[in-house]
């Protein structure tokens, strides 16, 4: 599963993309999140981080596998 | 009309709010202005998008709102790329029988957009950049 970036998520990870690791279960959002507030402490002081799967926002019990696509959305600043 | 571009074209927007049964057009046109929560100095603003996401939010937005009000036309553009000061990044426009609904529904659209749509703007300064809304 590889995730995609946005705005200061990108700068905080180095990268537009974070793959996570075939070895790593992320069963859903809570999970995924669990995992990369761990490799990347900065996303934890953001005002705010929700994920993306397919094209909608997700709550943390939405299941992940290896067919969806999954981004970070931090807070969104349009307009 | 419901789309990301690289350059707005307020024309494009107008005219696609003409209806024979509206006798009300509200539009917003969202600018760069050069300050930002009392700080001067903002150069440039560089707009990014989660592209396939923000157009289907901004649909979802654009039904909600024809659910709430009867909006003959509506527009939503949002740019995205670098703009400079007094460039229009985002216009908002709804028709409507009567201009009531149309302010309350422009309004509405813009307000929702800034909460919900996956869009991102860096603030340049003379020294450094800022993701906006990023830290509390």
């Known amino acids: 599963m590889e995730i995609k970036l946005f705005g200061i998520t990108k700068d905080i990870v180095g990268s537009d993309t974070v793959p996570v690791p075939e070895n790593i279960q992320v069963l859903n959002v809570k999970e995924l999140k669990a995992w990369l507030y761990q490799q990347y402490p900065g996303l934890a002081k953001l005002s705010a981080l929700a994920v993306a799967v397919n094209h909608a926002y997700a709550v943390d019990s939405t299941a992940l596998d290896s067919t969806t696509e999954v981004a970070l959305i931090p807070p969104v600043s349009g307009g | ?136």
């Open chain 2, 1 to 136: 009309m419901i789309k990301l571009v690289t350059t707005i074209d307020i024309n494009e927007a107008y005219s696609a709010l003409h209806h024979p049964e509206a006798g009300g057009l509200a539009l917003f046109i969202g600018t760069v202005r050069n300050h930002t929560s009392g700080k001067s100095g903002v150069t440039q603003l560089d707009f990014e998008g989660y592209e396939p996401m923000a157009v289907r939010e901004m649909e979802a937005l654009a039904q909600k709102a024809q659910s709430k009000w009867p909006i003959k036309k509506l527009v939503m553009i949002h740019a995205l790329g670098s703009k400079k000061v007094g460039d229009p990044v985002v216009i908002i426009g709804t028709a409507t029988a009567h201009r009531k609904d149309a302010f309350e529904s422009c309004e509405f659209l813009i307000d929702e957009l800034k909460k919900s749509v996956p869009i991102w703007k860096k603030e340049h300064f003379e020294d450094h950049t800022v993701w906006v809304n990023s830290h509390p």
